[in-house]
């Protein structure tokens, strides 16, 4: 019966009905509270509608269900991360990411390229947060304003949140009005910066490292960047420890040796030029 629950949410998340198909996860879930594939479904579903903190809930159950060193962990995994970057929560995604991604790359999985993407995510969520408030504590208006455009984010979304549980809106409706709220605000406190930035004449601005400068594998800026064969960079020695554990391109998974690096000069005078420009990235 279960199964037949889990197999009607399938059929309605294929059509975009994520709703029902949530609906039909959550009553599969009351069946069979210890199948971890009905919570990884219902957790897709609940991304879909940006319900994180019910993402959040579901990828634990999940690992909790699976044992944390379970390959079949990696999925949820990176459920998890990702709500809890969308949750404003870096440190604790980071942590799982990492944990997570290292043992993708002991069992050669496909979540590998997900995974690494949440650590870096992570990363820079972690920094931009340091970065905010080390501007806020270089300038008192700048950071009453930041502050005032958070509150107002905070006021909408809870009036949304109102209007949701009244039934005057639907969940996707709600998904869609908040994520407009949160680009709005982030414009805001955006535009913001680059007034102050102008009227400080750069001394009042956001710190950033171009992410085509992060090595994939260590998250670091790249010092020594080679290619593999499909094209993508890597810092030579994350790379180099990488193909010689897995025998494959990160990237494709194709097979490759270390003899098929090649340098890329290029890149790697970007990333000293904007070291020497950037002495504060060494900390990054």
Same mark, same amino acid.
């Given at each position: 019966m ?25 009553q599969?879930? #009351? ?5 971890? !594939?009905?919570?990884?479904? +219902? /957790?897709?579903? &609940?991304? $879909?509608?940006?319900?994180w =903190? ?32 969308e ?17 993708? #790359? ?5 979540? !590998?390229?997900?995974?690494? +993407? /949440?650590?870096? &995510?992570? $990363?820079?969520?972690?920094? =931009? ?115 010689e ?5 990160p ?34």
């Amino acid at each position: 019966m279960a199964q037949e629950l889990k197999a009607k949410g399938n059929e309605l998340f294929k059509k975009s009905d994520y709703v029902g198909a949530e609906d039909f996860y959550s009553q599969a879930i #009351l069946k069979d509270p210890r199948d971890a !594939t009905f919570f990884t479904n +219902r /957790a897709i579903t &609940r991304i $879909k509608l940006e319900k994180w =903190a019910d993402v959040e809930h579901d990828a634990r159950a999940a690992i909790d269900i699976y044992g944390v060193k379970n390959k079949a962990t990696l999925k949820s995994s990176n459920y998890l991360a990702q709500a809890l970057l969308e949750l404003q929560r870096p440190q604790e995604a980071y942590d799982i990411a990492v944990e997570a991604y290292e043992l993708s #790359l002991s069992e050669r999985n496909a979540q !590998t390229e997900n995974l690494s +993407r /949440a650590v870096l &995510r992570a $990363k820079q969520q972690i920094w =931009a947060a340091k970065e905010t408030s080390r501007l806020r504590e270089m300038n008192e208006t700048l950071k009453g304003i930041e502050v005032l455009v958070e509150r107002d984010l905070e006021r909408s979304i809870a009036e949304l949140k109102t209007q949701l549980d009244a039934g005057e809106i639907g969940e996707i409706g709600f998904g869609e009005d908040c994520k407009a709220l949160r680009g709005d605000a982030e414009k805001m406190i955006r535009d913001t910066r680059d007034a102050f930035r102008i009227a400080t004449k750069g001394e009042v601005q956001e710190r950033v490292v171009p992410d085509h400068l992060v090595d994939g594998i260590t998250f670091e800026i790249m010092h020594d960047p080679v290619m593999t064969p499909s094209g993508s960079s890597f810092d030579r020695i994350g790379i180099s420890k990488y193909v010689e554990k897995s025998g494959v391109d990160p990237i494709t998974r194709a097979a490759m040796n270390i003899r098929d690096l090649r340098p890329n000069y290029a890149l790697k005078a970007a990333c000293e030029e904007f070291l020497t420009n950037n002495g504060w990235a060494v900390d990054w």
